[in-house]
């Protein structure tokens, strides 16, 4: 036999110096199983340990049954928020820092959620302070934060010491901003201390989940043998037994008849190395209690195997004066409202090829004829000989030769040389051989480092049970695509001297002749490519919603998965950097990277892992994906919950609080700047128009006198080099209205030198000509139809502001109010575009067309009636024709003329050129005098009167509407009609919706509406009510 061979079989038989990481020869005769290395190195002989609330807890206060959920909408979100503290010396500072941390990351507590229900805490062993502390000092910090976080307790804890710790920390708004774009943002940033001081706190907030922590002792763990001992327990059902370790059982309160048909629970399990005797009864026991329930956790492990691990385990109201045990297990169990996924990575690279059982160590046909009980144990889980499966290794080769030729191009006979090479050295594994001279040919092929991996630990996977029809034969292309591992690694327990065979730990497994097998090792590479591997299956079974156990989604068109709130990374003491290599975090950084959205990314180095190999992904493989303790691997479980939930962010959070901050200095900095701008145009209309002690001029018939200033007067004037300023001899107007008019011609006169007449009439003319470009609608025409079944027309008015009583709305958005108005069925719609006293633009009349637009066609869409866009009227001081071409161009249909800041000859030539640019034109008058101005018109030049409220010379208004309903009554209006026919709608304005008669603003209405008025124009009244009742409003008022 070959130096390799005997140096092997030296050291699976224990010879040399045992490591922390071999496997001890005591384990040989465990009856739990094991898979990969578990590399347990102390065995402690337990005590019957006080359980953590007499075996169960109090259920957690936030559970609502269905009926109450649905009656008080509760939306609380599952959340799980971590933090953690590498403070190197004190375990008190450590405790505190992590979990503030993690309180941080939580949201607000409510009156539904004042309690955090579950605190999962893994602690290096390094620190000096005793391990008791850590329970009542999180619980300390809890309630000590609770007037900032509001939480004032914890219902639950478990938790243990480990070997190294894994923690993250939210992201910050600040830093996310700083650091990546949102598309590359990560919720939270994962740590890893290996070997080193640091605690992880994990806070949990699990609305409508049934939690039960227990601690059960080994020596209260019976033998299970399939449920035979019930008669033993007093004829009870032999499933009450495992029940009542867990806290479950019937004397449960918790457990009614109600829930005898609902989900079985899921277990979060954390024994002590020492249980590991008893594992394999607990696991088989809880799966024959509980048949789809699903178990998860780690060992608890240390630092140094000199200490001693510690478990955690805390109830509120429970028997709490042991929280802290040495021996036993720790765990948590889940029922109702979440879902765990989980998925273990083996970290074992296949070597050699694929090959077949061709004999076993048990009695019968082809067995060793051994005859005691515990030799027939031995002999089901040892392999005696092996041969190559031809057929499995050239489809598995095919693969990998597929896969390179991808990542490389290597010269064709360089490809056919290594082929023929392979070929003729698996022809002489054609011939059955003992597992250890196969292994021994096959170490002659590998790297140094994997030669020397396989001559310190034997690792052989065997194929797992299930049909493969339609499943990927290359280990990592299965994991890609979601299907699970093919092969369970497993840890060669001991090999015979003689025969070359190699035995599994007793117990642990069956093996049958025919079964297929692989010889594996560790190699860091691999491990990295596995563990990628198994998250895109990951992502591609969540995308799909098939992954094991999922929710059924009623909804075709949404995912049956709501997202992933949290995820523990459970990795062995031997992984990490001592795997990888380089620098810690690679395995919970990987996480990150699939679940960026996750907040909370925790967990430990364990002794070994327990669970099911391939956990929910790729569902139930035959009967080979049994719960079971792994070593040399890690465990990712990913939690969520089975209904809708709101998802919570506390990144999304603390940019939702920096937004609305933002938001709200920014309101008040416009608040600041609307009360400067009131108050300016105030005083613009009250003082700086007229004189506060004098009455403004009037003519011989009371209308205001009121003259134009010459728009240069004052101004700078240069001549040459020389330049000089005449100062105006009117400083002051007499009038609010003379003021206004001032102001206007000003302003009129600036835009003449940006933008002169001539350019402005030409670019009108190629508008009206241009058949893409739009055209006035008929404005009157759908005011008219409104009116046409007698009903009170009113045409809404979108302004800023009035000058004398300031601001009308704090946010004026004309797009969204136009679209209001659009939606209400308004059938035209005036925009003040003053900029002088109301803070119009120019573009709000551009604007509203495209709003009134755009309302009307996503209404037309979602309706079969078609909705009209209403027609815009221009409301301003129109002095000159060069502002009517202005308003053409805007997309104005109609303009508004104060027929009290013109003459005659004014009115005349404006309404001609109006009529020649295809406006219509209405008149606001406020006095009979001007009633008979218009009269002198030409039929058809007017296309409605509006009768006003406003005082021109304050421009404040007739708080009685007095004035409105004496020229109603006037027999200037009579003769009106009389000219220009009464089909000529007569509107109101001015407080319309405000002024109140009889006690309502609707009777001051139905007066106008006596008295002949065709309908109002109203901006103040629709500013004064709330939005969401504009529709209802509108129909009330047309009457």
């Not at 309160?253 to 989900?263: E, F, I, L, Y």
């Not at 001081?877 to 071409?885: A, F, G, I, S, T």
């Amino acid at each position: 036999m070959s130096s390799h061979v005997l140096t092997l079989l030296f050291l699976l038989l224990g010879g040399g110096t045992t490591t922390a990481f071999q496997q001890p020869q005591s384990l040989l005769r465990s009856k739990s199983i094991i898979n990969n290395n578990s590399f347990l190195t102390t065995k402690f002989t337990s005590k019957t340990a006080t359980t953590c609330s007499t075996t169960r807890s109090i259920i957690s206060s936030t559970k609502l049954s269905a009926e109450e959920s649905s009656s008080i909408n509760d939306t609380r979100p599952q959340v799980f928020a971590t933090g953690y503290s590498t403070n190197p010396t004190s375990l008190t500072t450590a405790i505190e820092e992590a979990t503030t941390a993690a309180l941080a990351s939580l949201p607000t507590a409510t009156d539904l959620q004042y309690k955090i229900d579950l605190a999962i805490v893994s602690t290096s062993s390094l620190y000096d302070e005793p391990m008791s502390s850590i329970v009542p000092n999180i619980i300390k910090v809890i309630e000590a934060s609770s007037g900032l976080y509001g939480y004032t307790g914890l219902n639950h804890l478990v938790g243990c010491t480990a070997g190294g710790v894994i923690g993250s920390r939210a992201t910050t708004a600040n830093a996310s901003s700083e650091s990546s774009s949102d598309d590359n943002k990560r919720e939270c940033s994962p740590y890893e201390a290996e070997a080193s001081p640091a605690i992880s706190v994990t806070l949990a907030l699990l609305p409508n989940v049934d939690i039960t922590t227990f601690h059960v002792d080994g020596e209260d763990v019976p033998e299970f043998d399939g449920g035979l001992f019930q008669q033993e327990f007093g004829g009870i059902d032999g499933t009450e037994v495992w029940k009542r370790l867990v806290g479950l059982g019937s004397s449960s309160n918790d457990d009614d008849a109600s829930d005898k048909d609902s989900n079985d629970p899921i277990f979060m399990m954390i024994p002590s190395p020492a249980f590991q005797n008893n594992l394999d009864d607990f696991l088989s026991g809880l799966q024959y209690a509980y048949p789809n329930g699903q178990t998860f956790g780690g060992i608890a492990s240390t630092v140094s195997s000199l200490s001693r691990a510690r478990l955690f385990c805390y109830s509120e109201g429970g028997n709490n004066s042991g929280n802290v045990h040495g021996n036993g297990c720790v765990g948590v169990s889940f029922k109702g409202d979440i879902q765990v996924d989980t998925m273990i990575s083996q970290g074992a690279k296949p070597v050699g090829g694929v090959y077949r059982v061709v004999a076993t160590g048990r009695n019968g046909p082809g067995g060793r004829g051994m005859t005691t009980a515990e030799e027939d144990e031995a002999g089901r889980s040892t392999i005696g000989a092996i041969v190559l499966d031809e057929a499995a290794t050239a489809e598995e080769e095919q693969m990998m030769e597929e896969e390179e030729e991808d990542e490389n191009d290597e010269p064709m006979d360089e490809k056919e040389a290594k082929q023929a090479s392979l070929a003729a050295e698996y022809a002489k594994s054609r011939i059955p051989k003992p597992p250890l001279a196969e292994a021994n040919f096959v170490m002659r092929r590998l790297s140094d480092d994997d030669q020397a991996f396989m001559r310190r630990a034997l690792l052989i996977g065997l194929e797992r049970g299930g049909s493969l029809v339609g499943r990927t034969p290359n280990e990592l292309a299965r994991l890609a695509k979601g299907e699970g591992h093919r092969f369970t690694v497993r840890q060669v327990a001991s090999a015979g001297m003689k025969d070359g065979s190699v035995t599994f730990p007793l117990g642990s497994v069956d093996i049958d002749i025919g079964a297929r097998c692989r010889f594996f090792v560790r190699d860091g590479e691999f491990a990295k490519k596995e563990a990628k591997a198994l998250w895109m299956g990951y992502k591609k079974k969540e995308l799909e919603g098939s992954l094991f156990g999922g929710m059924e989604s009623d909804d075709e068109e949404s995912p049956s998965l709501n997202p992933p709130t949290g995820c523990l990374v459970l990795p062995t003491l031997d992984r990490g950097v001592k795997l990888y290599g380089g620098k810690p975090g690679y395995e919970s950084g990987l996480v990150s990277e699939f679940l960026p959205n996750v907040p909370s990314i925790s967990g430990f180095f364990a002794n070994g892992v327990l669970g099911k190999l391939d956990g929910t992904i790729a569902g139930n493989v035959g009967v080979s994906n049994e719960n079971m303790l792994h070593g040399s691997s890690s465990q990712y479980v990913v939690f969520r919950s089975k209904t809708k939930r709101p998802i919570y962010s506390p990144y999304q959070a603390q940019q939702d609080a920096i937004n609305a901050a933002a938001a709200k200095a920014e309101a008040d900095a416009a608040d600041q700047e609307l009360a400067a701008e009131d108050e300016k145009r105030s005083k613009m209309s009250k003082s700086s128009f007229g004189s506060e002690n004098e009455a403004a001029p009037r003519s011989e018939n009371g209308e205001l006198i009121v003259k134009r200033r010459e728009v240069h007067s004052g101004r700078a004037l240069s001549v040459s080099t020389v330049e000089w300023s005449v100062a105006e001899k009117t400083a002051k107007p007499t009038s609010a209205l003379e003021g206004y008019m001032w102001e206007k011609e000003t302003q009129v006169d600036r835009l003449r030198e940006r933008t002169p007449l001539a350019l402005l009439m030409t670019n009108c003319k190629a508008a009206m000509s241009d058949p893409t470009k739009p055209r006035p609608r008929d404005w009157i025409g759908p005011v008219k139809q409104a009116g046409s079944n007698g009903k009170f027309v009113i045409i809404p008015e979108c302004k800023r502001m009035e000058p004398a009583t300031g601001s009308l709305r704090k946010r004026f958005d004309v797009s969204k109010l136009v679209k209001q108005l659009t939606v209400a069925g308004a059938s035209a719609i005036s925009v003040n575009s003053d900029g002088v006293l109301f803070g119009g633009t120019m573009e709000d009349i551009t604007t509203a067309r495209e709003a009134s637009n755009a309302a009307a066609v996503a209404q037309s869409l979602d309706s079969d009636d078609g909705v009209v866009a209403p027609p815009i009227l221009a409301s301003d001081l129109l002095l000159y024709p060069y502002q009517l071409y202005k308003f053409r161009l805007a997309g104005a249909d109609a303009v508004n003329l104060v027929v009290g800041a013109l003459e005659s000859k004014d009115l005349l030539y404006l309404t001609k050129i109006a009529t020649t640019i295809q406006l219509q034109v209405l008149a606001s008058v406020t006095s009979e005098v001007q009633i008979e101005m218009l009269t002198k018109l030409g039929p058809g030049s007017i296309h409605a009167l509006v009768l006003s409220n406003r005082e021109l010379e304050t421009f404040d208004f007739d708080g009685s509407g007095e004035q409105a309903l004496s020229l109603l009554k006037s027999e200037a209006l009579k003769a009106f009609r009389e000219k220009h026919g009464s089909d000529v709608p007569i509107l109101v304005e001015g407080r319309v919706g405000l002024i109140e008669r009889d006690g309502d603003n609707a009777g001051y209405i139905k007066a106008l509406k006596e008295n002949g008025a065709f309908g109002a124009i109203i901006g103040g009244g629709i500013a004064a009510i709330n939005d969401d009742s504009v529709a209802q409003s509108l129909t009330s008022w047309a009457m």
